[in-house]
């Protein structure tokens, strides 16, 4: 297991955390593409920033993002209460106490396993965005799932995709 996952590691790792997930924000940048996991899923597990430290605390979005990139849920813990830690420490692992994130975790992961799953293996084809919010990714296979991060239902051709929600099906 490696954490960001340079070039030089990745023929040595099965698992990368901490793999960078988005754009790195500079203003010439329209769109984010998910291009580490594009050229590496299917030959690494890969799992982003741990959902506990996430820039967005809505479980909901990092439960898409997961979907949308491929990636797996991860969750960095303590057993240590933050008082407990130095303050070194506690700067570090802010919001990691194992008791206050465990059943969301549980749920997120077996959410994200249950959708993942069928294509943990296989390298991702193509990633395209369909609308604002809306965000397809299709696997070898021809499997293909679309990620729908806005607060309505989105209707495309025959498929409608729920609000904050996610459809799975063939291209």
């Not at 901490?18 to 203003?27: K, L, Q």
């Not at 997961?66 to 849920?73: C, F, K, L």
């Amino acid at each position: 297991m490696v954490s960001g996952g340079n070039a030089y590691s990745l023929p040595y790792a099965k698992t990368i955390v901490n793999a960078p997930a988005s754009a790195n924000g500079f203003n010439i940048e329209d769109e984010t593409v998910p291009f580490y996991q594009l050229v590496l899923h299917g030959y690494a597990d890969i799992a982003g920033k741990p959902f506990n430290q996430a820039d967005d605390q809505f479980s909901r979005a990092n439960i898409l993002k997961a979907i949308e990139t491929g990636t797996n849920v991860y969750y960095r813990w303590t057993a240590k209460l933050p008082p407990e830690l130095s303050s070194s420490e506690g700067r570090l692992f802010y919001a990691n106490h194992y008791a206050d994130w465990f059943d969301e975790a549980v749920k997120a992961f077996e959410e994200v396993n249950e959708v993942l799953r069928p294509v943990r293996h296989l390298t991702i084809d193509k990633h395209e965005r369909l609308a604002e919010g809306v965000y397809r990714t299709v696997y070898e296979d021809g499997t293909a799932i679309i990620v729908n991060y806005n607060d309505k239902p989105v209707t495309m051709k025959d498929i409608t995709v729920e609000a904050e929600s996610y459809w799975i099906g063939g291209t």
